[in-house]
């Protein structure tokens, strides 16, 4: 840490690259949420209905991951950048 | 139908192409042609060994059974690639900077590079992934089966057994650069995971369009078929979910190909989506073959082999030879990809930590250690799948594919609360990781692992049904009375809930060395601080030594390499550089990269004796920087004060000097003064001597002129000793408290009686003030002013007005008079002695007055100051009032 004061606030570009690292966070989470949701209504429901919802499900969370880690990918997290609960925002 | 010959040509002429594969692939990898071999493509192919044997013919017979229960297993590996931003880059980038070589170097370098940690996640791998690679030979067997009924499957499984080792110690330990990627072997297994996605999504094709008529029918035929309805067993479904995740990031051989194979960290980014991609098009077409398989098939036959069976009850051949392969294929990667991890973590944990011990001369002394680890490495493979075709053989052996994977995951899964809190939570330490991992592997064998051996193997039917010697609280199946659930959820729920409380508590209660903090640190700081902590003291160790015991782990090429360079950074030539701590790490760091974490501290600790940083050494480093930056302050402080004298020195010595030249100054001036009226009194003394005809009044003029000469000498005389005495401080003072009206009449008469005549205006209301002081020197002052002004005043009528004010307990008298005043630049030397402004010596001043009057001032705690700007020559006087005695 060095004693420079942080900004209070990005530059929009940085804002946005933050936020979309939240959502690689919670991506899992919704992930989870999504694919446990079935267990409330599924007992009794068609077998292909079930298949219908788990594979839309799955290729939308598929889609949303490629759209977050593609300019993720670039991302150097260097020197806590990304881990820093500190910084600003 | 095929025959059995034709089916082992296939296979063997597939193994001989995958061998082809990885021997050009390892020949471009060593003509530096690695671009391609190093893509995220072949980074998410290789991720998918996740889909074994077990995937390609258990997920079709999982769901046969329980419907759309199977895809739980790719769900909880989608959400853990989904979310790599939180917990896999972290563990590939601490992979990387560190050189982790297995899931149990990973944890044993976490907790202080404990050799006891490694061993002990190793037996649990060891002991996790048996039944999985006993599920591939059954897999490879019961496929067998199918084509050649008349085969004994121990047999086959057997041969299996020996050709997958044969292959996997001529692929995973060809290469004597231990701690190189596999690229031949990761290329292998990408072509094989193309292969095996290829064969399942041909089959599904077949099976909607080519058997069931497409889409609409085979949902109709699915609506029909047993598992028509979703029997949704929630707790199951939840736990099958976290289970999978957790296996994912915990198998040694998902471990092996997710970090250590790892070449390049955005590959990861890239595999976030792709791998869950692959997941999803592999459990596409499971529904499908399943419901098609039971409709289709005889109620006898194996779901788990529909894959195989109902392209070949529809007489396609060749497409059930692709499915053969498929399933081949996913079965050889997952046994080859896992029996190097193991054999990695073997050889690395437990063969050469003994062998070190067994070295009493200490490692330097010893034999080559690369053959040693790779020799352990072979045996560890021969060793594993020996196991696991054991356990294939000895176990249920008929058991469904499914629920032995599922006790595998379980298993493995025990890893996870050391390996998440290990790179999160600092506090995390090696006595709760050992403890936790322990009782969740204790409980997991006695709860899911022993019994799925079978009710009589080990656990008797007794124990099972009631418990160890008839105690129904330890059921092995219902733990602590907890009845009534789904075995596999029940010893996940115990086995990972003993296991994280073990672990929090064991933490929260030991405290840990100084290297498993450093570790600790760095782990969970990875971001921040990407190389590794100092873990190494000043050595006294020759370099030769440590060059001598790398040569032997590293080859010696490589190590000399790796000696030169730190030299020349050293900036050193020849191949010895200096035993700098920073050389130390990075020697073990490259090390652990061939025999892991602990071994190679290790051993670098035998030959260095040990001198690892301790808090005692952290201590006294802090103690003697601690006094460092005190003497420096010290230091400053001296040289500070040094200056600060040398500053005043040099002040004293230009006040001496200018005290010098005051002083001579003052010799000239007064021997001028007193040379004065002593040549006119000897001159007219000699007149008088020698003249006899002088008139009476000549005589009486010229006895006056030598009196008044006497007696201006004896003024001066007196003037001098009144200021030497001032300024010596010794003249004494008499106080007396009277009132200044008085003084001034008496400084008034004494002045008047001088010579020339001055009109004086005073004010006697403003002067009735009590002063307390002594009225004589006071006087003496009041004297001296007044009778310069009457001296010097030019002006034609010659006026002094005397203004006294009270201000607070200051006395405030100013005498003004009508003159021309004092030149600006002459105000500052009227208070010097013998100031005389232009020659008045006729006015018969000594030039000491003012001089004399601001010494008695200063002593009498006032001032006397020339006061510009009054339109004549004009002073102030200020003196201390009496104490509350204004009248």
Known sequence: MNDRPEPMFLARETYRRRRLMDAARFLPFLGFFIFVVPTLWADGAGTAIGLVYLFAAWAILIVMAYLIARPLRDVDPQAGEADDPDRAD | ?887
Not at chain 2, 362 to 375: E, P, Q
Not at chain 2, 502 to 527: K, M, W
Not at chain 2, 599 to 622: K, N
């Open chain 2, 1 to 887: 139908m095929l025959s059995f010959n034709l089916l082992l040509a296939v296979c063997l002429a597939y193994v001989l192409f995958l061998f082809l594969v990885a021997f050009l692939t390892e020949k471009r990898a060593r003509a530096g042609k690695t671009a391609w071999l190093r893509s995220p493509l072949v980074y998410t192919l290789s991720i998918s060994i996740y889909c074994t044997a077990w995937t390609f013919y258990g997920a079709v017979g999982y769901a046969a059974r329980s419907g759309l229960e199977f895809v739980t297993i790719y769900l909880g590996p989608t959400i853990v690639m989904i979310g790599w931003w939180l917990v896999l880059r972290k563990l590939v980038r601490i992979g990387r900077t560190q050189r982790i070589t297995s899931i149990a170097d990973m944890i044993s370098s976490r907790y202080g590079k404990s050799t006891l940690m490694g061993v002990l996640v190793t037996i649990l791998a060891v002991v996790g992934t048996t039944p999985y690679i006993a599920l591939q030979l059954q897999s490879v067997t019961l496929a067998f089966g199918v084509f050649a009924p008349e085969g004994d499957a121990v047999a086959t499984g057997f041969w299996v057994a020996i050709g997958l080792a044969v292959f996997t110690v001529i692929f995973g330990t060809r290469n004597l650069d231990v701690n190189e990627r596999h690229d031949g072997v990761v290329i292998a297994i990408a072509v094989e995971a193309v292969v095996k996605l290829v064969a399942l999504c041909a089959v599904g094709v077949f099976v909607v369009w080519g058997v069931a008529g497409g889409i609409a029918d085979a949902t109709r035929i699915l609506d029909a078929s047993p598992i028509g309805g979703w029997e949704m067993q929630a707790e199951r479904w939840v736990t099958l979910t976290f289970l999978a995740g957790a296996a994912f990031l915990c198998l040694p051989r998902m471990f092996h190909v997710l970090v250590v194979e790892s070449s390049d960290e955005r590959h990861l980014a890239t595999a976030s989506w792709a791998v869950p991609t692959y997941l999803l098009l592999i459990s596409l077409f499971v529904i499908p073959i399943a419901t098609v398989g039971l409709a289709v098939m005889p109620e006898t036959a194996n779901p788990d082999l529909f894959v195989l069976t109902v392209p070949l009850a529809f007489g396609q051949e060749g497409l059930a030879m692709l499915a053969f392969m498929g399933g081949f294929s996913a079965a050889t990667s997952m046994v080859i990809v896992a029996s190097i991890a193991l054999s990695t973590m073997v050889s690395n944990h437990i063969v050469l930590p003994i062998w070190l011990s067994a070295q009493s001369g200490g490692a330097k002394l010893s034999g080559d250690v690369r053959n040693v680890v790779l020799l352990s490495r072979r045996l560890s493979i021969a060793g594993v799948l020996a196991l696991g075709y054991l356990y294939f053989r000895f176990s249920g052996g008929g058991a469904a594919l499914a629920a032995m994977g599922l006790i595998a995951f379980v298993g493995v899964a025990q890893v996870l609360p050391a390996l998440v809190g290990g790179i999160f939570w600092r506090g995390a330490t090696r006595v709760g990781a050992g403890l936790g991992v322990a009782v969740g592997f204790l409980v997991w064998l006695y709860t899911l692992y022993l019994p799925s051996l079978g009710p009589s193997s080990v656990l008797s039917a007794a124990t099972l049904a009631d418990g160890p010697f008839g105690i129904a609280l330890l059921r092995p199946q219902a733990l602590f009375g907890v009845q009534d659930m789904d075995p596999l959820v029940h010893a996940v729920f115990w086995s990972l809930a003993l296991n994280t409380l073990a672990f929090f508590i064991g933490s929260l209660l030991s405290f840990p060395r100084p290297l498993e903090r450093l570790q600790g640190a760095t782990f969970v700081n990875i971001y921040r601080y990407s190389d590794s902590a100092r873990g190494w003291g000043q050595s006294f160790v020759e370099a030769e030594d440590l060059l001598v015991m790398a040569q032997r782990i590293l080859g010696a090429a490589d190590a000399q390499a790796l000696f030169v360079a730190a030299a020349a950074e050293q900036g050193k030539g020849g191949y010895l550089p200096d035993v700098t701590p920073e050389f130390l790490e990075r020697l073990e760091r490259q090390l652990s990269g061939s025999v892991g974490a602990a071994t190679a501290h290790a051993m670098l600790g035998q030959i260095t004796g040990g001198v690892t940083v301790s808090v005692e050494d952290l201590m006294r480093v802090a103690d003697e920087t601690a006094q460092m930056m005190e003497q420096q302050s010290q230091l400053q402080a001296k040289s500070r004060e040094l200056e600060r004298t040398a500053r005043q020195l040099r002040d004293a010595n230009e006040k001496l000097t200018q005290l010098s030249i005051q002083k001579d100054g003052f010799l000239s001036q007064i021997s001028h003064e007193l040379r004065t009226p002593m040549t006119s009194i000897r001159a007219f003394s000699e007149i008088l001597m020698e003249d006899k005809e002088l008139s009476d009044a000549d005589r009486r003029k010229y006895s006056s002129i030598i009196h008044d000469e006497s007696r201006r000498l004896t003024r001066l005389l007196d003037d001098l000793l009144d200021l030497s005495v001032l300024e010596n401080g010794q003249v004494r003072l008499d106080y007396d408290t009277s009132m200044l009206d008085e003084i001034l009449d008496r400084a008034v008469q004494a002045a008047e009686s001088g010579a020339q005549e001055i009109e004086i205006a005073r004010r006697a209301s403003d002067e009735r003030i009590a002063v307390h002081t002594d009225p004589d020197r006071l006087a003496q002052v009041l004297i001296n002013v007044i009778s310069n002004a009457a001296k010097y005043c030019d002006a034609d009528h010659p006026k002094l007005k005397i203004e006294v004010l009270q201000s607070g307990d200051r006395v405030r008298i100013d005498l003004v008079d009508n003159g021309s005043g004092i030149p600006k630049d002459s105000q500052d030397l009227i208070f010097e002695k013998f100031a005389r402004l232009g020659d008045q010596r006729a006015a018969g001043g000594t030039g000491l007055g003012l001089a004399i009057s601001r010494e008695i001032m200063a002593r009498l705690s006032g001032s006397i100051d020339y006061l510009p700007g009054q339109g004549g020559a004009a002073f102030r006087i200020e003196l201390p009032a009496a104490q509350a005695e204004a009248a």
